[in-house]
């Protein structure tokens, strides 16, 4: 082996030479990486990133499990918005007993005036979900009515319609109470396939009460 000059070098100090040499460019090279990441900021930032990929990676994807879950209720919430505010409407001026007021404990006949609403033409009822009853006045407490006619269970229409029910009267109403009924329905706008059915309440129509 010679050196640059044309001198011998004997192999083993060549090979120490050259050792050392590169030992050398190794360390430079290190401490010139180091300072790039300890200094230059995008390069530390991606030197940071990668070193901290696992747990950026469960950060990402709890992350996309929140998104999910926020994602699940507006869309129950949008769904629950559609839904329509009432079904039906009843007529306070035409729903009356027929006798022109009910007696406290006895059969009474009522003529009921209601049409369907056109936003909730898609409703339907629920087969004998149908709660009727009276509330009192001053109580503001509600009296279940047992219906004693066989109800039709079909679905109004838009047109008005009169429909004809037989209902026994509570005892110990006050002499004007609220004659009322609540419907249950599925199928309405902004219904899943699973949901419960909903329900809507009438208007309150006074009614004259007598004693038995």
Same mark, same amino acid.
């Given at each position: 082996?010679?050196? /640059?000059?044309?001198?011998?070098?004997?192999?083993?100090? $060549?090979?120490?030479?050259?050792?050392?040499?590169?030992?050398?460019? +190794?360390?430079?090279?290190?401490?010139?990486?180091?300072?790039?990441?300890?200094? =230059?900021? %995008?390069?530390?930032?991606?030197? @940071?990133?990668? $070193?901290?990929?696992? *747990?950026?990676?469960?950060?990402?994807?709890?992350?996309?499990?929140?998104?999910?879950?926020?994602?699940? =209720?507006?869309? &129950?919430? &949008?769904? #629950?918005?559609?839904?329509?505010?009432?079904?039906?409407?009843?007529? *306070?001026? !035409?729903?009356? /007993?027929?006798?022109?007021?009910?007696?406290?404990?006895?059969?009474?006949?009522? !003529? =009921?005036?209601?049409? #369907? @609403?056109?936003?909730? @033409?898609?409703?339907?009822? =629920?087969?004998?979900?149908?709660? $009727?009853?009276?509330?009192?006045?001053?109580?503001? *407490?509600?009296?279940?009515?047992?219906?004693?006619?066989?109800?039709?269970?079909?679905?109004?229409?838009?047109? +008005?319609?009169?429909?004809?029910?037989?209902?026994?009267?509570? /005892? !110990?109403?006050?002499?004007?109470?609220?004659?009322?009924?609540?419907?249950?329905? *599925?199928?309405? %706008?902004?219904?899943?396939?699973?949901?419960?059915?909903?329900?809507? !309440?009438? %208007?309150?129509?006074?009614?004259?009460?007598?004693?038995?």
């Amino acid at each position: 082996m010679t050196d /640059p000059d044309g001198r011998y070098i004997p192999p083993k100090k $060549w090979v120490a030479q050259r050792f050392v040499t590169k030992f050398a460019d +190794w360390v430079i090279i290190g401490v010139i990486g180091f300072l790039a990441v300890a200094f =230059v900021e %995008p390069v530390r930032e991606r030197a @940071l990133a990668i $070193w901290n990929t696992p *747990t950026s990676m469960t950060q990402i994807s709890e992350n996309l499990v929140n998104l999910s879950d926020r994602l699940d =209720v507006v869309s &129950v919430e &949008v769904r #629950r918005l559609k839904q329509p505010e009432t079904v039906f409407e009843m007529s *306070t001026y !035409n729903t009356r /007993p027929v006798e022109g007021y009910c007696v406290s404990g006895q059969p009474c006949t009522i !003529n =009921v005036r209601i049409r #369907r @609403l056109q936003d909730a @033409l898609s409703c339907r009822i =629920v087969p004998g979900s149908i709660q $009727w009853g009276f509330i009192n006045p001053r109580a503001d *407490t509600f009296v279940s009515a047992r219906r004693m006619d066989r109800p039709s269970g079909r679905n109004v229409g838009v047109s +008005w319609e009169d429909i004809t029910i037989r209902l026994m009267t509570p /005892p !110990n109403l006050e002499p004007e109470a609220y004659f009322t009924f609540e419907a249950f329905y *599925t199928e309405c %706008p902004g219904m899943g396939g699973g949901d419960d059915p909903i329900s809507f !309440n009438s %208007p309150r129509d006074l009614f004259e009460i007598r004693a038995e």
